[in-house]
């Protein structure tokens, strides 16, 4: 079956920096666009970042804009996200997602991760 397994994540301080890594099974990883959410206790999941199937397309939020690098490697089935420069606002339980759809939001995606958390302290 399908799996999406996210890890990096973690307590860190303000201005630190974190790589997200979401590894993908089950799924032809190349043929799918993908996808950077997170959602903050009592918040609805937001999107973060996602990009095209080889990546050279790719959209940031604007609160993560200029801090936040998606990328992914085809050949590792595996989607990062490169965070710098992080704040107290990016702590959030961080999800990937994959779909054939474009762009990539969350009621289109198709598979998820099980998350990972990451906290920024102030």
């Known amino acids: 079956q399908v799996q999406l397994v996210e890890s990096g994540g973690g307590l860190v301080q303000a201005g630190g920096s974190l790589r997200l890594s979401c590894t993908a099974s089950?799924?032809?990883?190349?043929?799918?666009?993908m996808g950077w959410f997170r959602q903050a206790p009592g918040k609805e999941r937001e999107v973060v970042s996602y990009?095209?199937?080889?990546?050279?397309?790719?959209y940031y939020a604007d609160s993560v804009k200029g801090r936040f690098t998606i990328s992914r490697d085809n050949a590792k089935n595996t989607l990062y996200l490169q965070m710098n420069s992080l704040i107290p606002e990016d702590t959030a339980m961080y999800y990937c997602?994959?779909?054939?759809?474009?762009?990539?939001?969350?009621?289109?995606?198709?598979?998820w991760g099980q998350g990972t958390q990451v906290t920024v302290s102030s």
């Open positions: 997602a994959a779909t054939s759809s474009w762009p990539v939001v969350a009621t289109n995606a198709e598979y």
């Open positions: 089950g799924l032809n990883f190349g043929n799918y666009k």
């Open positions: 990009c095209s199937t080889l990546g050279r397309v790719t």
